[in-house]
C-alpha cells in the first residue's frame, strides 16, 4: 500500500488526521511545517492555496478540513470500528460529535489563541479572549451529562468522534483550561491521554520536526510575532 501523505504542524488541527494514523496502524509520510505556514512556508500555498493545515493526499484523494479527514479515514478504513455505520443507532449521535469537536469547540479556541497569544501584543483583545473562553467553557459543559454514563461519546466504543472531540480538548490543555473542565469530561480527557496512539502522534511529531528542521513547539503555545513560546 502506498503510504498516504499528511502536512502538518505540531499539535495543529492536522493532529486529528494524525492521531487517526496512529490508531489505524496505516503507513504514512509526515510533512512537517513551521507555524503558520501560510507566513513561514509560503512554498506550502502550491499544496494548499489557503496556507493551513491539513493538507491529506491519500492517492488521487486530496482533503484539507480535519474532521472530514478522520471521517474519510474512519469510513475507508476502519468501517464498524472508528466509523459507525449507517445501520448503527448511533450513526447520527456520531457524525453530530464528529462535527461537534470543530465547530462548537475548536471554532472559539481559534479566537482565543489568535487574539490571546498569536497577534503581536498591540492587536490583542483581552475582552475576545474572554468572551470566547466562556463560550468554549459553556459548550463543553454539554459533554458532562453525556460522558457521566459512559466511557466514550458513542457507540459504546472509542470512535473518529472521540478524535475530533479529544483534540479541541488538547488545545484546551495547552490553554490551561483542564482545572475547569467538569468532573465527567476531566475524567474523559484523563482516558485519552493515556491511549498509545495519542502517545505515539505526539512522539512522533516531535521526533519529525526535529529532523526536518522544524521547530518542535506545538502551534497552541506559539507566542506572538514578538515573542517566544508560551509557557504555563
Known sequence: MKPVTLHHCVSARSFRPLWMLEELGLPYELKMLPFPPRALARQF????PAGTVPAFFDGATRMTESS???????????????????????????LNWLHFGEATLTFPQTLVLRYGRFEPKERRQPQVVEDYTKWFLARLRT??????????????????????????????????????????????????????????????????????????????????????????
Open 45 to 48: 500555498l502550491e499544496v494548499n
Open 68 to 94: 472530514a479527514i478522520c471521517h474519510y479515514l474512519a469510513a475507508r478504513y476502519s468501517p464498524g470500528v472508528l466509523a459507525v455505520d449507517v445501520a448503527e443507532p448511533d450513526f447520527g449521535p456520531w
Open 143 to 232: 459533554l458532562q451529562p453525556v460522558l457521566a454514563e459512559r466511557e466514550f461519546l458513542c457507540a459504546g466504543r472509542f470512535t473518529a468522534a472521540d478524535v475530533s472531540v479529544g483534540y479541541a480538548l488538547l488545545v484546551a490543555e495547552h490553554l490551561g483550561f483542564v482545572p475547569r473542565f467538569e468532573p465527567a469530561v476531566a475524567a474523559y480527557w484523563a482516558r485519552l491521554r493515556t491511549r498509545p496512539a495519542l502517545l505515539r502522534a505526539l512522539e512522533v511529531e516531535r521526533e519529525a520536526a526535529v529532523a526536518q528542521g522544524i521547530s518542535p513547539v506545538p502551534a497552541p503555545a506559539t507566542g506572538g510575532p514578538d515573542e517566544g513560546p508560551v509557557t504555563r
